[in-house]
């Protein structure tokens, strides 16, 4: 595990030192969510869906709808 040190700015950001910023892979634009118990801050990064992924489940939303619509043409459901 490493350890650094970071300062919070009067604006209440700081700065992730490279080396995490190079083993987690983040770059400038990298959304994270962060989350705190009252004790301690947990940063996680936020990663982009898999565009393959989403079109699968468009795919599959639109599948469905044609198999209701066709069931519906056939009285099959109201």
Known sequence: ????????ST?????????????????AGTKMVIMCDGKHLLLKPISRPDAKEYKAVIDGV????????????KGGCK
């Open 11 to 27: 604006k209440g950001q700081f700065v992730i030192p490279r080396p995490f910023r190079d083993i987690l892979k983040l770059s």
């Open 1 to 8: 595990m490493q350890t650094d040190i970071a300062s919070i």
């Open 62 to 73: 639109n599948a469905l709808a044609k198999k209701v619509a066709a069931a519906k043409a």
